[in-house]
């Protein structure tokens, strides 16, 4: 009589090994969906994210020429991406049973987005863009990130922004900077939700 036990546990184990394989390897790292979605927008292995879809830690998320996305984190922050805009979820961190020790970090390549932090600790957000990394303190804050210069403008709250060189600039409600791709200031000033430079 063959035996079963022996044969049945490594069948069953590559079954297993088998069918995660066949998974994103972020399935595991939700860390939010999709609130709104139109027309062409990709997530990691390029695949198609529609309305109520998946989004993941460590996911590259990126919109087509006429496409936009928002997107509600399990905290409620909102991103917000225009089109052609591109995006990494670099790190979500987040225990509803606990007030402390979370961190979200995004990484915004470029493109237009809008960032409304949501319940944790204003200071567990960080944005980094090509030219700055910025410092959360409670903020709705809109970005407009190009090859040749970066916008920040703050709706709500204030930012710390520290620059290439490690030197730090903070605007507050109402308030607008330009950083060149260099990493210097180029402009700044009032700032109603509208961006000045268009």
């Known amino acids: 009589m063959p035996p079963s036990g022996p044969v049945a546990l490594p069948f069953s184990l590559a079954v297993a090994a088998l069918t995660l394989a066949s998974q994103p390897a972020f399935a595991e790292t939700k860390v939010g969906v999709a609130a709104a979605v139109k027309n062409q927008v ?39 991406m225009g089109p ?3 995006l990494v979820l670099d790190k979500y961190v987040y225990n509803p049973d606990r007030g402390t020790g979370g961190q979200v970090v995004v990484n915004a390549v470029q493109g237009t987005m809008r960032f409304v932090t949501g319940s944790q600790n204003p200071t567990n957000y960080q944005i980094k863009t090509p030219v700055a990394t910025l410092g959360i303190r409670g903020t709705v804050v809109d970005l407009k990130v190009s090859q040749v210069q970066t916008f920040i403008g703050v709706i709500e709250g204030s930012l710390t922004i520290r620059m290439l060189d490690g030197t730090t600039l903070t605007i507050g409600k109402g308030e607008y900077v330009v950083i060149s791709k260099t990493g210097s200031v180029i402009g700044k000033g009032p700032y109603n939700g509208s961006d000045p430079n268009k």
Request: hydrophobic letters at 45%; aromatic letters at 8%; zero cysteines.
């Open 84 to 86: 052609k805009a591109e």
């Open 42 to 80: 990709q997530g990691g292995n390029a695949r198609s994210i529609a309305v109520g879809g998946s989004v993941f830690a460590n996911e590259r998320i990126r919109t087509g020429d006429a496409a936009t996305a928002q997107f509600m984190f399990l905290d409620k922050t909102v991103m917000s």
